[in-house]
Nanobody, 126 residues
């Protein structure tokens, strides 16, 4: 089984910074794309940022120039550095890992699957 553990959320004043981290553990063969999503109250979950296995990154227009996604493959971890936070950034942030994992039953078999963290709350308020 694969587990994702998020950390780094909290309360911050407008203009402040936070760094989120999400670490995966378990029978991981390879990290594919890693991303962060967020969901504000009464809104749909939206993509914030994603990084591919090739190192490409993509950001929501609303966070470009303020947020930076990065990954440490050796630690099975993805980070989201958030600067210049605004009240509209308030949301629960979820990490998403697309992983190639080892089949626990069939020897030598692997497959790709999406995993989600449980979410960490970011509140931007004065």
């Amino acid at each position: 089984q694969v587990q994702l553990v998020e950390s780094g959320g909290g309360l911050v004043q407008p203009g402040g910074s936070l760094r989120l981290a999400c670490a995966a553990s378990g029978a991981i063969f390879k990290l594919n794309s890693l991303g962060w999503y967020r969901q504000a109250p009464e809104q749909q979950r939206e993509l914030v940022a994603v990084t591919t296995s090739g190192g490409n990154t993509n950001y929501a227009d609303s966070v470009k120039g303020r947020f930076t996604i990065s990954r440490d493959n050796a630690k099975n971890t993805v980070y989201l550095q958030m600067n210049g936070l605004k009240p509209e950034d308030t949301a629960v942030y979820y990490c998403n890992f697309n992983l190639r994992v080892v089949d626990p039953i069939v020897l030598g078999k692997t497959y790709d699957r999406d995993y989600w963290g449980k979410g960490t709350l970011v509140t931007v308020s004065s």
